[in-house]
């Protein structure tokens, strides 16, 4: 097998391996929303599990990505893939993390009647599990335009949390008991509007990876000003 060939090789268990993680990161996120929808402490008890196993994936591809880039010294997309990688695997963690947070607030509100029906929190979340598995398609298929559109979905979620922390800050001001209940849902909700944030920023990344721009900050917009200024 020639060097080009193991690089390969290598480089496509790179991505195995970060779609093995995405997975597990779908998966988590989904259980731990039913755990609060279904008042289902086991649903929140499984998120705990994989969040080790998600944990243990992000430390074994960091490892591959230092050492492809200290063996094999990549240019151009095979250096962006790579770097992309390592920084996705950081936002798919932190997503994780996310998720622990939901199910946590899940086994709290769980021993307790439930405050209000549950309606723009799973929406909130529909909208940001769909985010997460476009960007790994755009990922895997290095397709900058599903990553584009992935952006802009962030705006939905963003303002389906403004809504569910104005109705439940109207809740607590009604009502002392409820205070803490609506809390937890307010966390929930802020917590479903980080994993959209890491969801763009991955999406920010495979735009790098595959067309070399840069739109964090708007950049690519003040890059495009300056062209035809």
Do not use: W
């Not at 929808?37 to 998600?54: G, M, P, S, Y």
């Not at 390592?86 to 996310?98: A, H, N």
């Not at 799973?122 to 952006?151: G, H, T, Y």
């Amino acid at each position: 097998m020639t060097t080009e060939t193991q690089f390969q090789k290598e480089l496509e268990e790179l991505k195995e391996n970060l779609l093995k993680m995405a997975t597990l990161v779908e998966e988590t996120i989904h259980d731990a929303v039913q755990s609060l929808v279904k008042r289902d402490n086991e649903l929140a008890h499984l998120t705990f599990k994989k969040e080790d196993q998600i944990n243990k994936l992000e430390i074994a591809i960091d490892e591959m990505c230092l050492r492809l880039l200290a063996l094999r010294q990549p240019m151009a997309v095979d250096l962006r893939f790579i770097t992309s990688t390592m920084k996705i695997i950081t936002d798919l963690e932190r997503m994780g993390d996310q998720a622990v947070n939901i199910a946590e607030r899940a086994v709290s509100l769980n021993q307790e009647p439930q405050l209000k029906p549950y309606i723009d929190l799973p929406r909130m979340a529909e909208i940001a599990q769909s985010m997460v598995k476009d960007v790994l398609d755009a990922f895997v298929n290095r397709d900058s335009k599903l990553a584009r559109s992935v952006c802009e979905r962030d705006d939905l979620v963003d303002g389906l949390n403004d809504q569910v922390f104005r109705e439940l800050l109207t809740y607590m001001i009604s009502d002392q008991k409820t205070i803490t209940r609506a809390v937890h849902l307010i966390i929930v909700g802020r917590c479903l509007e980080r994993i959209a944030d890491h969801a763009t920023n991955i999406a920010e990344d495979v735009i790098f990876m595959v067309d070399a721009l840069v739109i964090k900050h708007h950049a690519d917009a003040k890059e495009e000003t300056k062209k035809e200024g």
